[in-house]
Nanobody, 125 residues
Framework: QVQLVESGGGLVQAGDSLRLSCAAS????????MGWFRQAPGKEREFVAA???????GYAESVKGRFTISRDNAKNTVYLQMMSLKPEDTAVYYC???????????????????WGQGTQVTVTV
């Protein structure tokens, strides 16, 4: 059973940075595409960034240039470095894993097989 555990969320001010981590266990991490999604109150869960099993990455337009996704296969961990945070980045951030080796970076929730419990990120003005 694959388990994903997020950490690193918190309360920050606009313009600050945070780094989220997602530790995976129970599966062949290096074979998975790893993604980050977020969900704000009253809104649908939305794609943020993903990095494939071969290192391809993709970002939502709203975070491109501010967020960076990376992975450390030796540590079974994926990271999301968030810079220049804005109040509209406030959400619960979820880590997800896609076990299918696709040729593209998946951007929809239905394409992911495993999910973490989420970590809250709150950005104040």
């Amino acid at each position: 059973q694959v388990q994903l555990v997020e950490s690193g969320g918190g309360l920050v001010q606009a313009g600050d940075s945070l780094r989220l981590s997602c530790a995976a266990s129970g599966g062949p991490f290096s074979d998975y595409t790893m993604g980050w999604f977020r969900q704000a109150p009253g809104k649908e869960r939305e794609f943020v960034a993903a990095i494939s099993w071969i290192g391809l990455s993709g970002y939502a337009e709203s975070v491109k240039g501010r967020f960076t996704i990376s992975r450390d296969n030796a540590k079974n961990t994926v990271y999301l470095q968030m810079m220049s945070l804005k109040p509209e980045d406030t959400a619960v951030y979820y880590c997800a894993a896609d076990k299918n080796k696709r040729g593209i970076v998946p951007r929809t929730t239905l394409q992911y097989d495993y999910w973490g419990q989420g970590t809250q990120v709150t950005v104040t003005v």
